[in-house]
Every structure is written in structure tokens, then in C-alpha cells.
């Protein structure tokens, strides 16, 4: 994965150069480590932090605004004494001393294809808190990095030439990397670019011009323009596109900035997916209501007849068969702890709520596909680099939703929800560990517990709160049919489905995940279907 940022031993030089001039006696009050985020953080007084945001698509340090918050650790507040950039090598070292030895040092390492920071308390010596975990603490704490020539001591011309004349042809700009201080993938093609090879002696001796020169000459920053994106740099590199900044801090500002909106701008697409895949699930549902709307007819028959026919119901039937009005047969089922009187008004009162949402469901239909062609106006702008205030208002609320900041994540629930036709709520289980967890703490004892027979599958659970009564036949025929499609025997014809309340189940001890015990169970036939599932699922929160 290509880096947003590339970083040098020169890059790290000037980077600390300046942080060095813009935080002389500056005093430190705190700092943070953001694994998460891959983010370490210095607060600095009068509410300023510097910021080393070191994951890998990224690789930013910047100056910015910030106090301690949730996650901080405060400090009694020294002021820092030193920041550096040790001879040829990648990092950034800040120096905070205090009396009695409570000082510390602060070191950034972008060496590695990890990138890390960590932080060394003087007075132990040793790597006390990092942003990642590294290699080892010699690897990390290591001051002798700086190794190739040129690093600590003079690199005269004579040697320059001695050393690289010496090198093989075939692998001519390789052998430089490992043998020259303050050589870089960077940097190299401008360093080399006058020399032909280890025997072209006038074009290495323009090239260790060109080398002095990067090495001793006082930064200039630049951005540049490279494969992987902006590169800032302390050197032009001879390159006439490069464009000169005021300095490599704010350059870096500017490129954190717009990487910021350009995640926001992700973001705000992938929010709008999301409503729109929401939104069209809606659609699919209300259309399928509306293909219900013949049951309001069928049910307000059924009534009419059943209440002109009371003397010919017997109490506790749960099915009969009675002539309707035109001298045909009619098969009416029944809820068996109601009167047939009751059995009609509940299917009256049915019969209406299916007459009021048929009427609601064409309006609900045309403001639903309104909705969808205004996403698709606002993902128009979206794409153009626009991002309307709503848009924020959405990904900032998507972002609370995922993670609070100082807050853990909620926990997410161990079951789908669903809602069957007669408005009681089904729970179905989502993995083996998940089921033992919805059976034993999200549900109580009298609910409905179901499980297809025989094979592997979810726990369902039909919310039911009357001990003395069972839900309607429809109610549990629905639910039955997600255990059925939630099961192994999805693909059957017929699926067998036990059922009871659930203080009647038991998790037998040392038993797998998701096996039950279970008494008292009966049992319905029922066949699995994906539109059950669908008309009965229950949209996320938050759709609009």
C-alpha cells in the first residue's frame, strides 16, 4: 500500500528544524496514543498539539489545535529542551527534561514499514508506551542507524569516488542506497542522473555535487509531484514542476486538510448508498403490502359471515367450516381463547388497519421514490467535490453511531428483528454462540421459543408477554417460517419447527454453542420462504 507521505533521513532533518524553531521552550501538558487511528499526539500549552498521524496511507505531522481530553495522559508540564533528527536516519526525537528524572524523550520512527512513536521516561531507559508494538525496544530505541558513509564524519570527493567506482554496474543505484548517508528512493534519480554508471568519473563527480549540495545546502521546501501523490520535500530536485511552499509544516497541513475531505467526501458516498439501499428495501416492502391489499376483503368476509353464524361456532374451536352468503363454503380459522364474537372483532379491526395502510401505501410509494431521486441530486453533488451541510449532518452521525469518541462501542445485539403481521416482535439468532446468548438474556420466560427440527439453525423467539394465552396461529406460523429459513432445511418443501415458552428450554452444562434442551414442545409444519423474510424484516435505524 503506497504511502500518502514518503519520508526521508533529509524530509526528517527539516521537519525537525522546523518543528524545532516554531517550539522552542514550547511546554508539553500531555499526549495521547491513538492505535486506532494510528495517531500520537504531544498537547502543548495555550490549547496546541502536535500531531504525528503515522498510518500508512497517510504519514502527517502537523501543528494543529487541541487540549487532553478522554484517553489523554497529562503531564505536570516541562518545557522541551531539544528536537532533532539524529545523523541519517528517519526519525524525530523530542527531548522534555524534568527535576528528579521525570523527563522523557519522545521519539517518532519512520523507518520501518510500521511507522511508530514512543515514548522513553529518562529515568528508565526503556520503551515505556508506544503507538504500536515494536520489534523490540533495541530495535526502536537503536541510536547507531546511521551507519552509511557520510553520516557522522566528512565525505570528501576522493572517497566519495573511491566508494562508488567500486560498486557493480547491474546493481549501480542500489549499492549507493546502502552505502551513502542521506540517500533515498527520494532522492537518488537526481543525485545519479549525471552519472552512467561507477566508471563515468566526471558524472559522479557531478553527482556528489548535487549530493553536497542536498546535504549542506539550508532547506528550500517544495511539493512534488510523485506516483503515489504530493510529496513535500526540503529540495526542489531540479525538477521544474515543483512548487515552492513557505514551509514543509503547512504544506503537510494542506495535504492533511484535503485528505480529510477527500475521506469525507467517501464517506458521504458510501452514507447515500446506504439510505438508498434503505430506501429501496422500503419500496419492495410497500409493494408487497400492497399485494395484501385483497386480504381486508377476504377478512371482512370472513367476519360477516362468522358473526351471522355465532349459534354455529363451538367455544375453543380453532378452525371451522360455515356457508357464506351466496350458499359456497368457507373455512375460517380461529384463535381458540376467544368467543367466535371476539374472534370477529379482531378480525374486523384487522381488516381496517389493512384498509387504512392500503390507502397510505400509494402516497408512501410516490414520497419514498421522491426521496430516492433527491439522493440521487445529492450524490450528483457529492461527486462534483460539493458536500451539503445534510451530507455532514449524515456522516457525522454515522460516525457517533460507530464509535463515541472516549466511549466504547456498544455491544451489537446477538439477533436479526423482525415484526410479524400482527405487530409482535421476532428475534432470531445470528450464529451457534449468538443463540445461547438471545435464548438465556434476551428473552423471557414467556416467550415463544422455536428451533427447525433436526438440523442446525437459529433460535427464534416470538416476544409474547400472556402467560395464560398463546399468540395468534398466523403470528406463530410467520415465526416458524424464519426458524424454518434460518435453518439447514431452507431448501425443504415442509419444515418441521418445534415450539414452547422458553422457560420450558434449558442449555444442558458443558453442552456446544447453541444446543438446547427443551420440554413441552410442539410442533408446526411450515415452508420456508425468502419473502417471508422479507416482508417481515425490520429496517435499521437512523434510514430517513
Known amino acids: 500500500m ?5 519520508h526521508d533521513a533529509l524530509l526528517a532533518r527539516a521537519l525537525a528544524a522546523e518543528l524545532r524553531a516554531a517550539l522552542a521552550d514550547d511546554v508539553v501538558e500531555g499526549y495521547r496514543f491513538d492505535r486506532d487511528r494510528r495517531i500520537a499526539t504531544l498537547y502543548l500549552a495555550h490549547d496546541r498539539a502536535l500531531r504525528f498521524d503515522l498510518h500508512p496511507e497517510r504519514g502527517h505531522v502537523t ?29 524525530i526525537h523530542l527531548r522534555v527534561p524534568a527535576p528528579e528524572g521525570a523527563g522523557f524523550e519522545w521519539i517518532v520512527d519512520f523507518t520501518t514499514n510500521r511507522w ?10 526503556r520503551a515505556a508506551q508506544a503507538l504500536l508494538a515494536p520489534t523490540s525496544s533495541r530495535e526502536l530505541l537503536s541510536q547507531d542507524a546511521g551507519r552509511r558513509a557520510g553520516a557522522h564524519a566528512e565525505l570528501d570527493e576522493a572517497r566519495w569516488m573511491a566508494l562508488l567506482s567500486a560498486l557493480p554496474s547491474a546493481t549501480f543505484a542500489r549499492e549507493v542506497l546502502r552505502t551513502i ?27 556528489y555535487a548535487r549530493w553536497l549540495e542536498l546535504v549542506h545546502k539550508p532547506p528550500a521546501p517544495h511539493l512534488l509531484a510523485r506516483p503515489w501523490g504530493p510529496q513535500p520535500y526540503p529540495h526542489a530536485l531540479g525538477e521544474p514542476d515543483a512548487r515552492p511552499v513557505p514551509s514543509l509544516l503547512e504544506v503537510i497541513r494542506e495535504l492533511r486538510r484535503a485528505g480529510l475531505r477527500r475521506q469525507d467526501l467517501e464517506e458521504a458516498r458510501s452514507e447515500i448508498a446506504r439510505r438508498r439501499q434503505t430506501l429501496e428495501r422500503r419500496i419492495e416492502r410497500l409493494r408487497a403490502q400492497l399485494g395484501r391489499a385483497a386480504d381486508s376483503a377476504r377478512l371482512q368476509r370472513a367476519a360477516d359471515v362468522l358473526l351471522a353464524s355465532l349459534h354455529r361456532v363451538p367455544r375453543g374451536a380453532e378452525r371451522v367450516e360455515l356457508k357464506d352468503f351466496e350458499g359456497g363454503g368457507i373455512t375460517i380459522d380461529l384463535d381458540p ?8 372483532d379482531r378480525m374486523y379491526e384487522e381488516a381496517r388497519r389493512l384498509r387504512r395502510a392500503t390507502q397510505r401505501i400509494p402516497d408512501l410509494l410516490d414520497a419514498t421514490a421522491r426521496e430516492i431521486e433527491r439522493l440521487g441530486t445529492v450524490l450528483e453533488r457529492v461527486q462534483a467535490g460539493e458536500l451539503p451541510e445534510q451530507v455532514r449532518r449524515w456522516v457525522r452521525r454515522r460516525r457517533r453511531l460507530e464509535k463515541e469518541p472516549g466511549r466504547p462501542l456498544p455491544a451489537p445485539l446477538p439477533y436479526r428483528r423482525y415484526r ?12 451457534a454462540r449468538d443463540n445461547d446468548e438471545l435464548t438465556l438474556h434476551h428473552s423471557s420466560p414467556n416467550d415463544i421459543w422455536m428451533h427447525a427440527r433436526g438440523v442446525a439453525g437459529s433460535h427464534v423467539v416470538l416476544r409474547w408477554a400472556r402467560r395464560d394465552q398463546v399468540p ?73
Not at 534519480?189 to 559522479?204: C, K, M, N, S, V
Not at 415442509?494 to 410442533?523: H, I, L, N, S
Open 2 to 6: 503506497s504511502k500518502a507521505i514518503r
Open 63 to 91: 501543528l494543529t489545535r487541541g487540549r487532553p481530553g478522554p484517553g489523554s495522559t497529562r503531564l505536570a508540564g516541562h518545557r522541551i529542551a531539544e528536537i532533532a533528527a539524529p545523523p541519517d536516519e528517519r526519525r
Open 116 to 125: 511508530n512513536a514512543v515514548l522513553v521516561w529518562a529515568h528508565e531507559g
Open 181 to 207: 548517508a542521506y540517500t533515498s528512493s527520494l532522492n537518488i534519480g537526481y543525485i545519479l542522473e549525471p552519472a552512467t554508471g561507477p566508471h563515468d568519473r566526471e558524472g559522479l563527480a557531478r553527482a
Open 337 to 344: 381463547t376467544l368467543s367466535a364474537a371476539q374472534n370477529a
Open 420 to 431: 410479524t403481521s400482527g405487530g409482535f416482535e421476532v428475534r432470531v439468532g445470528k450464529s
Open 472 to 544: 395468534p396461529e398466523r403470528d406463530l406460523l410467520e415465526a416458524a417460517a424464519l426458524a424454518a429459513w434460518f435453518s439447514r432445511a431452507r431448501t425443504s418443501k415442509v419444515v418441521p419447527v418445534d415450539w414452547t415458552r422458553r422457560r420450558y428450554v434449558r442449555k444442558p452444562r458443558k453442552a456446544p454453542p447453541g444446543t438446547a434442551a427443551v420440554e413441552r414442545a410442539e410442533t408446526l409444519f411450515v415452508e420456508p420462504g425468502a419473502d417471508v423474510e422479507r416482508r417481515l424484516r425490520v429496517e435499521d435505524e437512523g434510514a430517513i
